[in-house]
């Protein structure tokens, strides 16, 4: 059953620490995207990666990072810098031939 | 800066009543629309995409249109039922890759009984 699989489902984390959101997918898509959601608003995109060893900043990259080592890995790393880092993580894939596929979400909360 | 606003944020409707949402995007260049569904505290599942030239297309109960002129989208459920409760998500896109994609806020539709 192909699909995208985020770990873990729920994160806390004090402030000040670094934490990795996983995503995996076995749909052999080229491209993966991490969205951000917060109540209200439209997702927005945090960085996105179209093939293995090469990622782009999206429109809220600060406080990010990422690694594309391997075609159907994508994890994502909030940083102490990242202001507010509580929200719902949304990992995505798509490939010319299929739109965007995405995982079920990671709800981080720092305190 | 491309936007997409939908309408209503939310709604309350009665179980096998039909339902209508709006979407308004200033997104440009076009390439094409997508209706997206996502269930409390899971990720989006997509229900339609369409490109300039489809004015209607359908999936199931859903049915989308498209007035790519008036840069108007609407999203139709026909006799709705408890599973349709969701957030429906109206995304646009200015370019073939999905790296150029503007996201609306959302309409959340809740069925009930």
């Known amino acids: 059953d192909g699909g995208i699989t985020q770990s873990p489902k729920y994160l806390f984390r004090k402030e000040g620490q670094n934490v990795t959101l996983s995503c995996e997918q076995n749909?052999?898509?080229?491209?993966m995207y991490w969205y951000r959601q917060d109540p209200g608003q439209g997702l927005r995109l945090i960085y996105y990666s179209q093939i293995v060893n090469d990622f782009q900043k999206g429109d809220i990259a600060e406080g990010y990072s990422v690694s594309r080592e391997k075609k159907e890995s994508f994890p994502l790393t909030v940083t102490s810098a990242q202001k507010n880092p509580t929200a719902f993580y949304l990992c995505?894939?798509?490939?010319?031939?299929?739109?965007?596929?995405f995982g079920n979400g990671t709800r981080l909360t720092v305190t | 800066k491309n936007q997409v606003e939908q309408s209503p944020q939310s709604l309350i409707i009665l179980e096998g009543k039909n339902c209508t949402l709006q979407?308004?995007?200033?997104?440009?260049?076009?390439?094409?629309l997508r209706w997206y569904k996502q269930d409390t505290g899971r990720g989006p599942v997509s229900l339609t995409i369409?490109?300039?030239?489809?004015n209607t297309k359908s999936n199931g109960r859903y049915t989308a249109t498209l007035d790519a002129d008036t840069k108007q989208s609407s999203l139709h459920i026909t006799a709705s039922q408890l599973s349709d409760s969701a957030s429906y998500i109206c995304v646009v896109s200015a370019h073939q890759g999905d790296y150029k994609l503007s996201f609306g806020a959302g309409t959340t539709v809740t069925v009930r009984a």
């Open positions: 995505a894939s798509s490939s010319f031939s299929s739109p965007l596929h």
């Open positions: 369409m490109t300039f030239s489809e």
């Open positions: 979407c308004n995007y200033t997104v440009s260049p076009f390439s094409n």
């Open positions: 749909l052999n898509h080229d491209a």
